[in-house]
């Protein structure tokens, strides 16, 4: 397994490598934007990547809440990790695009404020993992975070349904994208997800084993003799 881990970094790593080459390199420079665009290939590939492990998180808690499976929880704790530090990564480079783009940081349209809402819901959900020791701290977790993932659709689909700063959509949205960006956004798509899942395999791991040591160490509370407490 370790070796199938070191082998998948590797790939990893040059798919990465290759998708920033691809995104500074070979795609052609937006006319109207100039280079500044070139972020596109970061921001948009982030975003995609925390709606789909909030999704994950969600899919899960609900596994959790049906079968109370640890590691459905696990996996729910895991995938809302990686899918804040992709979402965080969203929230800066969104703005880093549009204050040379719009002349401004930020505004309260609908679409940035649903992300920031987004983000912070599942910064508390981790919040109330790390710092909460009821023991039904699982449940309510898996209840914000079908909470949460309700706002994601909303985020998604927020620029058709209202009129918003953001750029409307060029994907799927009756706009249109140069085939090479196209073919550029789809390989830092794929470096991204290959570095999610990379995180999300080593940071289960490490849930998982934090789990047994747990379950160990109350075992040997429950076995250990009173008087020698």
């Avoid at 649903?114 to 508390?124: E, F």
């Amino acid at each position: 397994m370790k070796r199938i881990f070191t082998v998948f970094a590797l790939l990893t790593g040059l798919l990465l490598s290759y998708a920033l080459y691809q995104a500074l390199i070979v795609a052609p420079t937006e006319k109207t934007m100039g280079d500044v665009q070139r972020i596109f290939y970061y921001h948009v590939p982030s975003a995609w990547t925390a709606f789909l492990l909030f999704t994950i998180n969600f899919v899960a808690s609900v596994v959790y809440l049906i079968r109370r499976s640890s590691a459905a929880d696990a996996l729910a704790v895991v995938s809302a990790e990686v899918g804040v530090v992709f979402c965080t990564v969203v929230l800066v480079t969104g703005p880093l695009w549009a204050r040379p783009v719009w002349g401004i940081w930020w505004t309260w349209d609908v679409r940035l404020t649903s992300t920031l809402v987004l983000w912070l819901i599942y910064v508390s959900y981790l919040m109330l993992r790390r710092f909460s020791a009821s023991g039904e701290t699982p449940v309510l977790a898996a209840a914000l975070a079908i909470f949460g993932a309700l706002d994601v659709p909303l985020v998604y689909f927020s620029i058709w349904i209202f009129r918003t700063q953001h750029p409307q959509p060029v994907i799927g949205g009756g706009g249109s994208i140069d085939p090479r960006m196209w073919h550029v956004l789809l390989i830092n798509w794929a470096a991204f997800l290959c570095f999610a899942l990379l995180i999300c395999w080593s940071r289960y791991r490490l849930e998982v084993l934090k789990r047994e040591v747990e379950e160990m160490q109350a075992l040997e509370a429950l076995l250990q003799p009173r008087g020698s407490r």
